[in-house]
């Protein structure tokens, strides 16, 4: 198989696709001498996945993984989901609220769940992690096994929201840890701990973004402190007040923004500044993206 940029490719004996915990503790136990390594959407640039001759469990539906193209998966989302893989390890289980603790919540996830899903499930059930990553095809094994972020200053790294793991050891039995200490240890893995089946997030009352999008010239978007640094080609005239107000603006969204992004491709003038801020109250609230701009977006890229 290969990986999404088709830039890794190996050659397992056998790949498997597992459908129940059960499955893979048989896996392991059939093969006890044999280097077992896993893989989602296989979206990781490096050589993270099985080398040849290893055995593969993919968490992915081989009729859909990675390398199959075009990629429409923004537009049907439920389309890696549809085959192979059982409820077991794509379900997410809200946990009953706890008491005095009405503003988070306990959801534990199937590996094979993609942020998508999860961001499906938070919408219907009003609760949210605080980060994800910006590719929604994922699995929650992909996530875990290579330490993902999300974007804002006060946030943690995706593992850090993660209150209990369960994987199948090399053993072929089922573990699980919930002690802070070994949790730090266990989520810096890589994907060489055993095989994750689940984990438990610790989820927040979901909020709403504020959410508006701007192209600016590069150098006001990013202002650097002596503006002769900037190439000619990204250099725009500017007041001193101007590019004062611009690096106050930049501070104060890098330091305060829920969420920050700074886009830029080569040969381009402007900058994309994607950031926002959350409220609690839902009024005026509208989904993004729409199935049209999903559309445009996907062609534009
Ligand atoms: C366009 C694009 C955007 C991206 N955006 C972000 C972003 O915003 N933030 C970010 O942090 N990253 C981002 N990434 C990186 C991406 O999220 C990671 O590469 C992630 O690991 C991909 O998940 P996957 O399901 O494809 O996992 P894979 O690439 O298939 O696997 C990753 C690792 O996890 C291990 N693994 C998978 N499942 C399990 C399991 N069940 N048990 C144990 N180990 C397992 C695998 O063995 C492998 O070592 C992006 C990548 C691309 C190409």
Known sequence: PLNWQQNVQTRPALTFVPSTVLGLQNLIKAYPHRRIRCSGYRLTRSDFFAEDGDILVSFVSLHYVASVLPEMISMFSDRINEAELSGELRSVQTFPPRAGQPDTQRVRVGVAVTPEELREWAIADAWSLPVDVTADEVTTGGIVGSMCHGSGFAHKSINDYIRSVEYVD???????????????????????????????????????????????????????????????????????????????????????????????????????????????????????????????QWIAA
């Open 170 to 296: 090399v053993n072929g039995v089922v573990q699980s840890i919930t002690d802070a200490k070994e949790l730090h240890a266990a989520l810096g893995c890589f994907g060489l701990m055993g095989i994750i089946t689940h984990i438990t997030y610790e989820v927040k009352k979901m909020t709403f973004a504020v959410m508006q999008p701007r192209k600016v010239k590069t150098m006001l978007a990013v202002p650097p402190p002596d503006p002769s640094h900037v190439p000619e080609a990204l250099f725009v005239e500017t007041s001193p007040d101007e590019l004062q107000e611009a690096i106050v603006d930049f501070e104060r969204r890098a330091a305060q923004d829920h969420y920050t992004e700074w886009s830029w491709f080569s040969y381009q003038s402007d900058v994309l500044v994607n950031t926002w801020s959350t409220v609690a109250d839902s009024e005026g609230e509208e989904d993004y993206t729409t199935p049209t701009q999903t559309f445009l």
